[in-house]
């Protein structure tokens, strides 16, 4: 019994030290936890240097060219700007001969355009973008004060940069924006245009309701300098428009009046058809009525007049809406009486108006090629109302006309 417990308490004893850790081979592991993390971490460090020198490398390089394409595009516009053609034309390069022609014909327009305007080669780089050999710039020049950008494309050579054709595909990624109705179309190039084409159009559709509303509108910008704005073949929510930048453009109104105007042509002659949708003579007062329609909507598109002299006025004392009803309850055999009918007279000399484009309208189918600049209103010897139109020609001339109202129609008497 006694050997037993002896026994037993070795044994607890055996326990108890076998359990517990040798305190050097904890140190041991530690040490070895210790220098992994320390190995790991160095190896880490020589990595992030690696990469940080070929990063650092990197950008030395990419600035380097940066900076040797800025050098070529400030001799450039030097040459532009002393005149050294020699310089200019040394800068070109194609695999074509027509290249240099073409630049060729530019520094000579560049020359003239010197001579007739207040022009300031800044040289001044508003965008650049290189894709390994090549790279594409937007420049600046103000002409009068106004500042205005043309793109430039660059190849770079064995012996450096050279400004080369104009190469579209190299124009940016495709992008959408959407607004109500409204998806305008383009590469990352035109985000600016396709940011103000956006936010004007956006308001002309809500404006195109009082005649009629616009669903669905897409707007595709395109970089192609021969295209002409308009609808696009086999869709008839489309509208192609080539981006101002193929040419030169302003800077400050990406969204030009002039491709304005375009566009808002474009959009009153649909919103306008859509409205009727009928086919009317085109030398009918109803077509007339449908035309001055679609120059009114484009008016307050704009905010401007476009000669809807008729309608504008109509629109003024009878409102906005008075001119989408006429534009819907058109028939071929409507005319300008029609008027009455939503006005509630029973006389077009009852009605106020500012007739001067529909009686140049009148003068013109007669085969009068002139303009009616002004209208009095006045009345014959026996109280009749007659309308005295002035109108120009194409030479200057003046011509005056007189129309009275005869069968409640306005008829040229003299």
Known sequence: MGLQVDWEVEAERERVT????DPEVKRARRRA???????LFGFLA????????IAVRWRYVTWQDEQALRDTIASEVTALRIGDRA?????????????????????DQYQQLKQTQEVNFTGRVVDMTIDDQRARILIEELINGAPYGRVWFYWRYEDGWHHVPPDYTFWGQRRT???????????????????????????????????DCVESLIIEIVPAPDLTTNWAENDTARIVFSS?????????????????????????RRVVENANGQSFDPNSEAEFLK?????????????????????????????????????????????ISRLLTIANTDSLANLPLDWRDYLTWKLNQEG??????????????????????????STGSAISATFALINGQWQRTG
Do not use: K
């Open 18 to 21: 076998i359990s517990g850790e």
């Open 33 to 39: 936890t210790v220098r992994f993390f320390l190995v």
């Open 46 to 53: 020589v990595i992030a240097l690696i990469i940080g020198a």
């Open 87 to 107: 310089l200019f034309l040394e800068l070109q390069r194609s695999a074509s001969e027509d290249w240099a022609i073409t630049q060729s014909s530019v520094w």
């Open 177 to 211: 924006l959407t607004s109500n109705g409204l998806t305008v179309e383009y590469q990352s190039f035109d985000q600016t245009v396709a940011a103000s084409i956006a936010n004007v159009v956006d308001g002309w559709l809500h404006t195109s309701c009082v005649i």
């Open 244 to 268: 101002p930048y193929v040419r030169e453009a302003r800077l400050d109104l990406p969204f030009n009046p002039v491709a304005q105007l375009e566009i808002a042509n474009l959009l009153a």
């Open 291 to 335: 035309r001055a329609a679609a120059a009114w909507l484009v008016g307050r598109y704009l905010n401007v007049s476009s000669g809807a002299h008729m309608l504008d006025s109509f629109a003024q004392i009878y409102g906005d809406e008075a001119v989408g009803t006429l534009v819907r309850s058109l028939t071929p055999e409507s005319g």
């Open 368 to 393: 009068f090629a002139v303009q009616v600049n002004s209208i009095e209103s006045t009345q014959d010897a026996a109280g009749n109302p007659l309308l005295i139109a002035s109108a120009q020609n």
